[in-house]
């Protein structure tokens, strides 16, 4: 379904695409939202009831920010895209410690050569190169894209990525991110929940009031707790203007037959 690319032939083309959107950009028509490609914490840390009993555990602040898209990468494409020897340049530090957005943003090219500009680099650098995108992003570039927890990519679309210095076609690794929500220890037990299980998040909006149902739990040691959604979720629920933020455990059926 991929379509066949001439990397040499994308290069030239994407360049000049992203001259003229440069070029309009300097001069202050269309603007493109400068915020929106760098993840920006959305929900300050939230004093709410929570959604559920606690059985154990100390109770973290739920902290909700938005994931707009983004790219992860191996070192040897950094170096592919941003020249030999090269390396990420930490730009801004993300919630969890030790990840950050960096300097450096490619260009997503998809089939039928439509294409995403300046698609921010998260790092540190991974052993899969990944790109992590909202549906509408998809429709944009004409991928239809599945819905996977991160780094699961086996069988996913791939796409063109093009950087200053060169260019990778990437053969898979094209996913929508399915919502989750990070946990470390404190959290699993306070929430009485266990690596993979699947929890609802509640939020509380003006006219926006909304369930996300099935967010799945990614719990690892030195982990804060953070829900991850993307920009359509985000703005579905109007996350901005968000009044209260909870988990909610899906309750077992509580029929007996
Ligand atoms: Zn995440």
Known sequence: MTATLNPADVERVVRDVLNRHLGSRSS???????????????????ASSPGLKPSAGKRNPLVVNISARHVH??????????????????EK?????????AKETVAVVGPRRRMLPNVRVLGPCREDS????????GISLGIDLPVRVSGNVNGTPGCV??????????????IRAMR?????PDDLAYYGVANGDLVHL??????????????????????KLEVHLDTDEGNACNLENATKVELVRPEPCQCKH
């Open 28 to 46: 202050g028509t269309a603007p493109q939202s400068s915020s929106s490609d760098i993840p920006v914490l959305r929900s300050a840390p939230a």
């Open 73 to 90: 990468l191996t070192q040897e494409h950094v170096e592919i895209l941003f020249g030999v020897g090269a390396t990420l340049t930490p």
């Open 93 to 101: 530090d993300l919630y969890q410690d030790g990840y950050y957005a």
């Open 130 to 137: 990944q790109v992590e995108l909202a549906f509408t992003d």
């Open 161 to 174: 990525l093009m950087g200053p210095h060169g260019v990778v076609d990437l053969k898979q690794g094209v």
């Open 180 to 184: 989750h929500v990070h946990m470390g």
């Open 202 to 223: 509640r939020i509380e909006s003006p006219g926006c009031t909304t369930v996300l149902e099935d967010l799945a739990v990614r719990a690892a040691k030195g982990i």
